[in-house]
């Protein structure tokens, strides 16, 4: 029996063996006729460009990553959760055995969307793109920005894809096949036929492509419509550089989703080896921090990977008539625990105003919060009562935000004395992140401590007196001062001030306005 099973062993290794010469060397032909063609094909001219139609594959000229396993790896764990995602990753293996992309990009879709609610596929929308935007060649944009109309044609589902292109690259037209919806849930099932069929006279007569060699059965009738075609090898992509953000048609400020780095299989199998771990330590983590006072948690938490560094200065009492008790800190917002980092940093308790902060959240809370009702006289009573008593901690920004942006900042702070510290506020994680527009809010500061070496920067800026005696002139309003404030945080980060405020951010995210309890 034994030997039977080492018989039967060795002809299966064999077989593989074979299989993956075969594909190897097909590969190798393939790159060799695809070189070929590429010498002998003019490149497209870049004058004609903008009076021409230009068919573009998305993952054979656009991307520079040959795999489309991490796309739908997010999709998986972003709208499917922890255990479709490990369902997806456990079969990736056996994905690269299949006869064709064709099936394995079948099977990744069953997999992934299978049972999803129809409401879930806003992850192609609000996680995707800045993944999306940080696999573009950049070769590929600049041809893509110069033609006049631009159709794209992709292997993925329409839904995963569509908003990227046409909200960031200005794509006219995307052609995909469709999911197949029943009772409000994906069956997991595409459409046999694209969502677009691109007639002749929607592509106009001046057509040219950009592909690769690869290009699969289905897609060769719309390039063979094409006058010119630019071909894109695989050395081309390995070679070709990455699109800088500065460069993005428009800029990526709002996005959701829980992982921070891109999920090739190596980076999964990480994740998936780390989360067990993860989460015992991040419960290790919040029980220091709740149980020892600072001088004690501060190196036991440094000892298990977490970060702080923080530029503090002595602040001085208030010299201002009527200076309130105590001192108003005003941060921007870039997770749940900008105050307890502020607290950390200067090593005294605070007290800090939130919005719609979940009870798990303020039970956990190693410093005072005190929740906001929105009613502008009520909550500024509020503040005020609490500044007269101590130190106080106000993030007008009124909702986080990742990338290097500041948000409008709301003026109500500035009403409430002459004497503002404002206080720079930074963090940096490499697995997941702290925040959510559309996910459990409680689960925030959970996620934080999961990573494996989160760092928050603390900066605590010079006093600003804006007042009538005071040293910034005259009496300035409050929605003047919030600007000021606005300014200088932005000034000291090094990033972006915008006039967007919380309201756009969940309605491009969640689809509301962001008043309800539980998210912020």
Request: include cysteine; hydrophobic fraction near 40%.
């Amino acid at each position: 029996m034994a030997a039977t099973g080492i018989l039967k062993f060795l002809l299966f290794s064999r077989v593989i063996l074979r299989r993956q010469k075969s594909s190897r060397s097909l590969q190798r032909r393939g790159s060799s006729l695809s070189y070929l063609l590429k010498r002998l094909t003019p490149p497209l001219s870049t004058e004609k460009l903008p009076q021409q139609t230009l068919v573009c594959d998305v993952e054979g000229a656009l991307f520079k990553s040959p795999s489309l396993f991490p796309y739908f790896m997010l999709m998986a764990f972003e709208a499917g959760g922890l255990l479709r995602a490990l369902l997806l990753f456990v079969l990736y293996p056996f994905l690269s055995f299949l006869a064709s992309d064709e099936w394995a990009i079948r099977v990744m879709v069953m997999v992934t969307f299978c049972g999803i609610r129809e409401e879930s596929l806003t992850v192609g929308r609000t996680v995707l793109p800045k993944f999306f935007l940080e696999d573009v060649r950049l070769e590929g944009f600049e041809v893509l920005m110069r033609a006049g109309k631009k159709v794209a044609v992709t292997e993925m589902p329409r839904v995963m894809v569509e908003v990227f292109l046409k909200e960031y690259l200005n794509v006219d037209v995307v052609a995909g096949r469709e999911l197949k919806v029943f009772g409000g849930y994906c069956t997991g099932l595409m459409e046999k036929k694209r969502s677009l069929d691109l007639e002749d006279e929607k592509l106009g007569r001046d057509v040219v492509g950009m592909t690769s060699f690869n290009i699969p059965r289905d897609r060769r009738y719309l390039f063979s419509k094409c006058k010119e075609i630019d071909w894109v090898t695989e050395a081309d992509k390995r070679n070709s550089s990455s699109l800088p953000s500065e460069r993005y048609p428009k800029p990526l400020i709002f996005h959701d989703g829980r992982l921070a780095f891109r999920p090739t299989p190596m980076a999964s199998l990480a994740m998936f080896m780390w989360i067990p771990f993860a989460f015992f330590l991040a419960l290790f983590r919040l029980f220091i921090s709740l149980s020892l006072p600072y001088t004690l948690s501060f190196p036991i938490l440094v000892f298990t990977g977490m970060k702080l560094r923080a530029q503090t200065q002595p602040i001085q009492a208030g010299k201002t008539r009527g200076a309130a008790k105590g001192t108003l800190y005003v941060c921007n917002h870039r997770t749940l625990l900008d105050p307890v980092y502020l607290s950390f940093s200067l090593r005294k308790s605070v007290t800090a105003v939130t919005y719609s902060l979940s009870r798990v959240s303020e039970m956990l809370s190693p410093i005072k919060t005190v929740s906001l009702t929105r009613n502008r006289e009520q909550d500024r009573s509020k503040m005020e009562s609490l500044l007269g008593k101590g130190d106080l901690v106000v993030c007008p920004e009124g909702t986080t935000c990742r990338e290097p942006f500041l948000l409008r900042f709301s003026p109500l702070f500035a009403e409430l004395t002459e004497e503002i510290v404002p206080v720079a506020m930074n963090a940096r994680v490499s697995m997941f992140y702290g925040t959510t527009a559309g996910g459990l809010k409680c689960l925030d500061p959970l996620f934080f401590l999961m990573n494996p070496g989160p760092v928050y920067e603390v900066e605590v800026l010079q006093k600003m007196v804006v007042g009538e005696d005071g040293s910034e002139g005259a009496r300035k309003s409050s929605i003047e001062v919030a600007n000021m404030v606005q300014a200088k945080i932005g000034d000291s980060l090094g990033f972006e001030c915008t006039r967007l405020t919380r309201k756009d951010k969940y309605l491009m995210l969640a689809g509301n306005e962001g008043i309800v309890h539980g998210s912020g």
